[in-house]
């Protein structure tokens, strides 16, 4: 079975701080993780994965995650964010093979100038 | 490519009628899901099919709704009769595999009156 936690409901910041989108999983073998954003009044889209090698992976726009199997994590971080990343953010976890991955509830981020 | 393709984008309807929902995958992807997207319930998968195969429909709410494809450049998610809280945004993603990243379409938005 595999299940993924996002804590935070919605995480409110300001313009040009750093952010961090809390996401736990559980799987009782090895993973993948994903990030999506969805940004208003559209579908969700890839912000990076993690399927094997580096546990730190980034996107094109300054996120990072790490995977932690210790802690059975995959936070999502940005060392300093823009009005524009204001969405949607979820966290998913497929236990590999033919599992199809599990979405968390999502975390909301909210940006303020 | 152009994407996933949804249709309608907007659907208001009044309880009790029938409601369709079209998608139109990319093409050569494999998998095709359904999800549903509420306030209340978050991201719900509804069911997801594998070479126009229905695999997992566990998340399909109640027998009102039914999912088909036909081919793999179609499918629909039927509502009959549709009820108020069926009032959701509806979303088609597609894939090449069970793993790989799931690429959205834009949402069918429902309100069902």
């Known amino acids: 079975a595999q299940s993924v936690t996002q804590l935070d409901s919605q995480v409110p910041v300001f313009e040009e701080a750093p952010v961090e989108l809390r996401c736990n999983y559980s799987s009782s073998v090895s993973v993948y993780l994903f990030w999506y954003v969805q940004y208003p009044n559209q579908g969700l889209q890839l912000l990076l994965k993690y399927l094997s090698g580096s546990t730190l992976v980034e996107s094109i726009n300054g996120f990072e995650a790490e995977f932690n199997k210790s802690q059975t994590s995959f936070h999502l971080r940005k060392p300093s964010v823009h009005i524009s990343d204001t969405a949607e953010y979820f966290c998913a976890v497929s236990a590999g093979g033919s599992y199809i991955p599990t979405f968390g509830r999502g975390t909301s981020l909210i940006v303020h100038p | 490519d152009a994407g996933v393709i949804q249709s309608p984008r907007h659907e208001v309807t009044e309880m009790g009628q029938e409601v369709t929902l079209r998608c139109k995958p990319i093409?050569?992807?494999?998998?095709l899901f359904w999800y549903r997207q509420t306030m209340m319930r978050g991201l719900e998968l509804l069911i997801y099919?594998?070479?126009?195969?229905?695999?997992?429909d566990s998340g399909m709410p109640e027998d009102r709704f039914s999912a088909k494809m036909p081919n793999a450049s179609f499918s629909t998610l039927k509502i009959q009769p549709s009820e108020p809280r069926d009032s959701a945004v509806y979303f088609c993603?597609?894939?090449?595999?069970?793993?790989?990243?799931?690429?959205f379409g834009p949402g069918t938005r429902l309100t069902v009156l």
């Open positions: 099919f594998n070479n126009n195969v229905p695999i997992d």
């Open positions: 993603a597609s894939s090449r595999g069970p793993n790989n990243e799931q690429f």
């Open positions: 093409s050569g992807h494999d998998y």
